[in-house]
Each structure stands twice: as structure tokens, then as C-alpha cells.
T-cell receptor, first 113, second 117 residues
Framework: DAGVTQSPTHLIKTRGQQVTLRCSPK?????VSWYQQALGQGPQFIFQ???????QRGNFPDRFSGHQFPNYSSELNVNALLLGDSALYLC????????????FGNGTRLTVT | GESVGLHLPTLSVQEGDNSIINCAYS??????FIWYKQESGKGPQFIIDIRSNMDKRQGQRVTVLLNKTVKHLSLQIAATQPGDSAVYFCAETTAGAGGTSYGKLTFGQGTILTVHP
């Protein structure tokens, strides 16, 4: 039973570019959340998708957008990259019913130069 | 507010000792709390959770204590092993936030646990 998988594992981009990160949820899960984790800090909530719609959003600018597909997988897009966007981006999945805890992937390490 | 940055609290213990990791949360409306373990290069791994209608919950070698009066959470690890070395995060959330389970978690700053053989 595969857990949460993310791709790519590492990525280097230049300031001003755009990036797309991908996530496949744990088998049986229908909800995907994205988090940004800066070095030495706890993860910060970006947004959550359920039934292909953004359900909740954290304090992140509109440069951060996402999508959820019918198979529950998800993408995180970041436009006009800034140096401060360098971080570990974590995807987490859960099941909307039963208040299940989040299961995290191992993240995508994004470096903006 | 909590301190942020590279200076995470640290806890060093000897193998076999019991460890206690503490966390202060900020939102008195939070009603679900989770402890995660994060090893280097990996995502957070669920350890144990507790709801606000409880003050103690036990798992395998771990116990979580919740004191809502002072908004304090602790994780006790019995017979700590070198494999327990990691960064430990507490997280809080509010039931029904957005109506989609407990997706929007607020994480604490983390504690680095080092277990010496």
C-alpha cells in the first residue's frame, strides 16, 4: 500500500520562474493538503483540496495555486518565484470522513536561486 | 508568540531513558492535537493524537498529555531508543475547519531529540 508520493524530490529554479509540484495521495484518501516548511521551522499550511476544489487556504499569496484531479492527485503551482520560496514543500493526504490524521509525503526540496 | 528559526529546543537523553517533549499551543479553540516525528530528509510521521475531551492517551511506548487549562501538550517516550532521534512537532487544529477533516494544522516550532547509545 503506497503512502503519499511526491515528485520531483529536488528542484532548482531561478527567481521569476514558475514551478509545478506533484502529489499522489495515500491509497483510499480523498483529501490533499499542501504545506511549506522552511529550514528549521514547522510546516505552514498553504491550502487543502477536496472534491477538486480548494476548501481551506492559509496565509499565502495568490502566486500559490493548486489543483486536484479526479483521481485525487494534486499539483501545487508557484508563479514568479522569489528567493524566499526556497523550502521543503510537503503534501499530506487524509480521508474526509472519520477525521483521519494527515499522512505526509517526503516532500519536494525547492531551491530558488 | 513562539520563537522561530534555526534555534530549535533540544533534548539529549541516554538510550533507555524516558523522554518528555513539551509544547505550548496558542488557540484555545483547538480541539484536536497531534504529535509528529520528522527524520532528516523525510516528511512528518504521525505518532499519536488526542482530542480535547481527553487529557491522556497512550500508544506503544508513547503517551500524550493534554492540559487545556494552561494550553500545554506533552509527549512522553518510554525507553527511548537511538531510532527515536528526530525533530518532534506538535500540531493543533479545530474540528470542522472548512468541513474537511483535520487538514489545516498549525505546527509548533519543533524539538530536536537526540538519543545517545
Amino acid at each position: 500500500d503506497a503512502g503519499v508520493t511526491q515528485s520531483p524530490t529536488h528542484l532548482i529554479k531561478t527567481r521569476g520562474q514558475q514551478v509545478t509540484l506533484r502529489c499522489s495521495p495515500k491509497s483510499g484518501h480523498d483529501t490533499v493538503s499542501w504545506y511549506q516548511q522552511a529550514l528549521g521551522q514547522g510546516p505552514q499550511f498553504i491550502f487543502q483540496y477536496y472534491e477538486e476544489e480548494e476548501r481551506q487556504r492559509g496565509n499565502f499569496p495568490d502566486r500559490f495555486s493548486g489543483h486536484q484531479f479526479p483521481n485525487y492527485s494534486s499539483e501545487l503551482n508557484v508563479n514568479a518565484l522569489l528567493l524566499g520560496d526556497s523550502a521543503l514543500y510537503l503534501c499530506a493526504s487524509s480521508l474526509v470522513q472519520g477525521n483521519s490524521p494527515l499522512h505526509f509525503g517526503n516532500g519536494t526540496r525547492l531551491t530558488v536561486t | 508568540g513562539e520563537s522561530v528559526g534555526l534555534h530549535l529546543p533540544t533534548l539529549s537523553v541516554q538510550e533507555g531513558d524516558n523522554s518528555i517533549i513539551n509544547c505550548a499551543y496558542s488557540n484555545s479553540a483547538s480541539d484536536y492535537f497531534i504529535w509528529y516525528k520528522q527524520e532528516s530528509g523525510k516528511g512528518p510521521q504521525f505518532i499519536i493524537d488526542i482530542r480535547s475531551n481527553m487529557d491522556k492517551r497512550q500508544g506503544q511506548r508513547v503517551t500524550v498529555l493534554l492540559n487545556k487549562t494552561v494550553k500545554h501538550l506533552s509527549l512522553q517516550i518510554a525507553a527511548t531508543q537511538p531510532g527515536d532521534s528526530a525533530v518532534y512537532f506538535c500540531a493543533e487544529t479545530t474540528a470542522g475547519a472548512g468541513g474537511t477533516s483535520y487538514g489545516k494544522l498549525t505546527f509548533g516550532q519543533g524539538t530536536i531529540l537526540t538519543v545517545h547509545p
